[in-house]
């Protein structure tokens, strides 16, 4: 108690207080998520995330030579394909839009680490997750499709797949698939306690996925809950996922710890797309100091528990972190 307890005698010195931090963060945490786009030479600004683009595979693999020239490890990527189905078989087929961008960055880049996702969205006309019977997602029809696309990645040689699509059941059923087909070995990153959020607006623009009708909310989460998502994660690890997510971050920071403390896998977070356009347009505005906002941003996240973090702001500021 004070007078002998004095908490400002570790706060006056900056090594000692580096020396204390609880949380370091590290440009090893990130991965950088990145829009592939059909065609050639196409870099396409996305108006609401400034400072990030549609790529077509070839500018693709000179934007994640530079990345990963700058420290950047990790990217997660989504498709954009030109011919969108009813279906998503797009999103299956071997020389689709992402198969071809890993194909290509495996052989470019080879020390990349490369993520794809997993869901029907960015590919069918109808922009939901997946196929649409009696006017909403049919799961378990849902499952296999999402099951063949990820078989598909592993054949062209993605590191890790994330599935983003909310159906019940899908991770068993696409680690039973994937180990049919003798990749065994490929780690699934789950997005397990996805809530039906507002902050995914911009990304709906870049990814050209938004709903023709209705919304996520049969398959997305509420977000006034939290003990569910505990039974999204349970789930999940026990259908075979290797990481587990939360998403969005900044609004979920609860959820997050929760997750941290009631499993053993390791915890990712999204800091998705309407998090970022915030932060970028308060800086353009001049109204915030966008370094300091971010680094502040994303120690949060990983203070609240998250072991990795998607970021969009992970390119602007993996120079300022520890390697
Ligand atoms: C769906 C998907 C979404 C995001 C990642 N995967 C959007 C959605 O569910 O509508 C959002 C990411 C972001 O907002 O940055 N496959």
Not at 14 to 40: A, W
Not at 80 to 93: L, V
Request: with cysteine.
């Amino acid at each position: 108690m004070f007078p002998n307890t004095r908490l400002r005698r570790l706060r006056y010195n900056n090594l000692l207080r580096d020396m204390v931090q609880e949380t370091q963060l590290s440009s090893k945490d990130l991965i950088m998520p990145l829009f592939v786009h059909y065609g050639t030479k196409v870099k396409n600004p996305i108006p609401s995330m400034p400072g990030i683009f549609q790529y077509s595979i070839d500018l693709l693999i000179e934007e994640c030579s530079r990345l990963y020239s700058i420290g950047v490890h990790a990217v997660l990527l989504f498709g954009i394909p030109e011919q969108k189905d009813e279906t998503g078989k797009c999103a299956c087929a071997d020389d689709g839009i992402v198969q071809q961008a890993i194909i290509a960055l495996k052989k470019h880049v080879p020390g990349l680490f490369v993520i794809a996702d997993v869901c029907n969205c960015e590919y069918t006309t109808h922009g939901h997750c997946g196929t649409i019977v009696q006017g909403d997602v049919h799961n378990d029809i849902t499952c296999k499709t999402l099951a063949q696309q990820s078989v598909s990645l592993a054949r062209a040689g993605v590191d890790m797949i994330a599935p983003s699509d909310m159906m019940d059941g899908r991770i068993g059923i696409i680690r039973a698939e994937l180990d049919a087909h003798g990749f065994e070995s490929l780690p699934i990153m789950a997005y397990s306690a996805k809530y039906a959020s507002a902050f995914y607006g911009p990304f709906r623009d870049a990814a050209q996925s938004t709903p023709q009708f209705g919304d996520r909310k049969t398959y997305q989460m509420n977000p006034a809950n939290s003990r569910e998502a505990l039974r999204e994660v349970e789930l999940d690890i026990q259908e075979g996922a290797d990481i587990v997510m939360v998403k969005p971050a900044l609004s979920y920071l609860d959820i997050i710890q929760k997750i941290k403390h009631s499993c053993n896998t390791p915890v990712a977070a999204y800091n998705v797309s309407g998090e970022y356009a915030m932060v970028k347009a308060a800086a353009q505005q001049g109204w915030i100091d966008e370094e300091r906002i971010v680094l502040e941003i994303l120690t949060s996240i990983k203070r609240a528990g998250a072991d990795i973090i998607i970021s969009y702001h992970t390119q602007d500021i993996i120079s300022t972190l520890a390697q």
